[in-house]
């Protein structure tokens, strides 16, 4: 199926925070209880509606283990999105958000949107971070944040498609050169809409 856009997404955070089942409730809409951890990094991908148009998002889920990250940092390199995740009923996956964004921001283009995920919100009897305090790490950050559930499903559309429809609304305002493979957007080779886009030169769109 054609799309206007392909936008480029990599979800990050320690191991165990529920990635690779964020991943696999957008992408096929079920839950997995036992998971294998991620080796490397794992792929997924789903066509979703912004503004009247088809918008394909190509997902990376990255491995949380240190003996992987050398692995996770090539693929910073061309996302035009982040989903940073921790786990609400572990602080220290929390406290370890700092240095994810760090290294985040130290190998992805500096317009990347990201966002922070506070995943497990059903285990609220287990609760170890704050909904207040997510949300003030993000404000001090400049992320978008939601809390979202992997096996309810809660949240987990919105956070995907939010995330979108905050890289859309850059491209609309001419944040990113779009002919450039580093921003992590492609115009699809169909997209009437290419010649309008911001940044967008005749002949230039991608196909993949």
């Known amino acids: 199926m054609s799309y206007a856009y392909l936008f480029k997404y990599i ?8 990635k690779s089942c964020l991943l696999l409730q957008f992408t096929d809409k079920r839950f997995q209880a036992i998971h294998e951890l991620t080796i490397g990094v794992e792929f997924g991908a789903r066509l979703v509606g912004i503004d009247d148009r088809q918008v394909k998002l190509q997902i990376w889920d990255t491995a949380g283990q240190e003996s992987f990250r ?8 061309g996302a035009a999105g982040a989903l940073l ?6 602080r220290e996956t929390f406290n370890h958000l700092t240095r994810w964004l760090e290294e985040a921001r130290h ?12 995943n497990k919100s059903d285990l609220e009897h287990r609760r170890a971070v704050s909904t207040k305090e997510g949300a003030d790490f993000a404000a001090r950050n400049g ?5 979202t559930s992997a096996k309810t499903a809660r ?3 919105g956070a ?3 995330t979108a429809h905050k890289i859309y609304e850059n491209i609309q305002k001419g944040v990113y050169d779009v002919t450039n493979d580093s921003h992590g957007i492609k115009v699809g080779a169909h997209s009437s809409s290419a010649a309008s886009v911001p940044g967008a030169a005749s002949g230039t769109a991608g196909c993949c």
């Open 143 to 147: 992320l978008i944040f939601m809390e």
């Open 107 to 118: 190998n992805a283009n500096t317009e990347m949107v990201v966002m922070l995920i506070g």
């Open 155 to 157: 949240n987990v559309e």
């Open 11 to 18: 979800i990050i955070g320690d191991t165990g925070v529920g």
């Open 70 to 77: 050398s692995i996770t940092r090539s693929y910073y390199r």
């Open 160 to 162: 995907f498609i939010q």
């Open 85 to 90: 995740v921790y786990d609400v009923t572990r």
